[in-house]
C-alpha cells in the first residue's frame, strides 16, 4: 500500500495528465493565471537604430510616472507597451504622441481584412491548430474560439507565462485584433521541446501528430487544416527526419503546416512587414521591410516571389490580463506565421477544397508590388498580400 506522503501527489499527477484533452477532441486542460511583466525604469530609455535589440523600448506594464518623457517623442515610436504601462502626466510627455491611438490603429489586422469580414469571410467553422508555449486560455480576443487547450506534462508545473501564446493565438483567431475572428482554435501547448541544447524536433514531432489525431475525431466540416509552429528546422537538427516525416503527414491529411522555414517544406518564401505607429494598416503604401531585414533588402540580399505579410506594429492579446493588450513596435517572423495561417482559414471557408499550393500561386498573382525610393534609388517592394483580391478570386 502507498504511504499516505505520497498518495496525495499521485492523486493529483493523476487528475492533471488526464486533463490533457478529451477522446473527443475538446477540452481545455487548465486555466493557467495571467503573467506579471511590471517594472519602475529609473532612467529615460533611449533608442538606438544601430542596434539588433528588438527590446530597447520595453515599456510593457511599466510605472513611468517618475520620468519625463516630454523630450523623448522620437524614441518612444519606437516602444512597445501595454494596457498596464503607468504614464507620465501630459506635461511629462511628448507633444502628439498619442499612444492610445497607435495601441487602437494597430488592432487592425489590416489590408482590408476587416472589409472581408463584414462580409462574413471570417474563418467559420475552419479548425486552425497551433503549437506554441503556454496560452492564457481566458483571454476575451478568443476564448470562445478556443475549443482544445492541452499541454505537455511539464507545462502544469510552470509558473510562468509567455508572452508567445497569447500573440500567436489572437493573431490567428482574436475577435477583433484577428486575421480569422470565428475558426476554431485548437492550442498546444509544450516547453520540454525547447531545452538549453537546442530543440527538440523529435518532441515537436509528437505534438504534430497529436494534432493529427484529434484532427480524426472532428466532424468532416470542421476539420484542423492549417497548423501554425512558429519556428523553423534545419537539417542536423535533434529529431529533424522525425519533425519533417510529421509534416509530411499532416499535409497528406489536408492541413497547411505553416513554419518558419516554409521555402524546405513547400518551397515558398514568407516575409513580414514593417510600418510606422500611425500610418494606416489597410494602404499597402504604409508597409516597407520590417526593421530586422530593412538593411538587407535595399543590399538586394533577399529572396524574390516572397509573400508580404503585417508584422510591426500590432497590438494584440496580453498575457497580463483578460482583457489586457499589447502593442508590439517591432516583431519577428513569430507574428507572421500566424496571421498567414488566419489568411488560409478565411480562403479554407469560400473553397474547402483549396490546396497550400492553390493558395500560394492565387496569393502571389493577387497580390501588390509598391515602389519605395530610398537613398535616391527606386526599389520594388512585394508582392504584399491582398487579401480581398486572392479571397474574389478564389471565389471565381
Partial sequence: MLQKKYLVPLILMLVLLSSCGTSTGTGIARHPGPADFSKTPDSVPVYDPQSNDLWQMDLRSADLTKLDLSKSKDDLLYASFDSKTIWPTPDQMPDNFDWQRIMETAKSPGLGIRELHNKGITGKGVGIAIIDATLLVDHQEYVNQLKLYEETWEVQWLDSMSIHGAA??????????????????????????????????????????????????????????????????????????????????????????????????????????????LANPDDPSSYRPADWWLNNFYAGAVPEKMLLVPMDSRTMASPTGFSDYVYYRQGGTSWAIPYLAGTYALSVQVKPTITAEEFWKTALETGETIQMTYEGRDYAFGVILDPQALIAALQK
Fill in 168 to 277: 500567436v493565438a489572437s493573431i490567428a483567431v482574436g475577435k477583433t485584433v484577428g486575421v480569422a475572428p470565428e475558426a476554431d482554435l485548437y492550442y498546444f501547448a509544450n516547453e520540454n521541446c525547447y531545452g538549453k541544447g537546442g530543440t527538440d524536433f523529435e518532441c515537436l514531432s509528437k505534438i504534430v501528430r497529436r494534432v493529427l489525431e484529434v484532427n480524426k475525431q472532428l466532424p468532416q466540416e470542421h476539420k484542423i487544416r492549417v497548423l501554425s509552429m512558429s519556428i523553423g528546422w534545419m537539417p542536423g537538427d535533434k529529431g529533424y527526419d522525425e519533425i519533417t516525416s510529421a509534416v509530411e503527414d499532416a499535409k497528406a491529411d489536408g492541413i497547411f503546416v505553416v513554419n518558419a522555414v516554409l521555402e524546405n517544406t513547400y518551397g515558398f518564401q514568407l516575409f513580414g512587414m514593417g510600418r510606422d505607429p
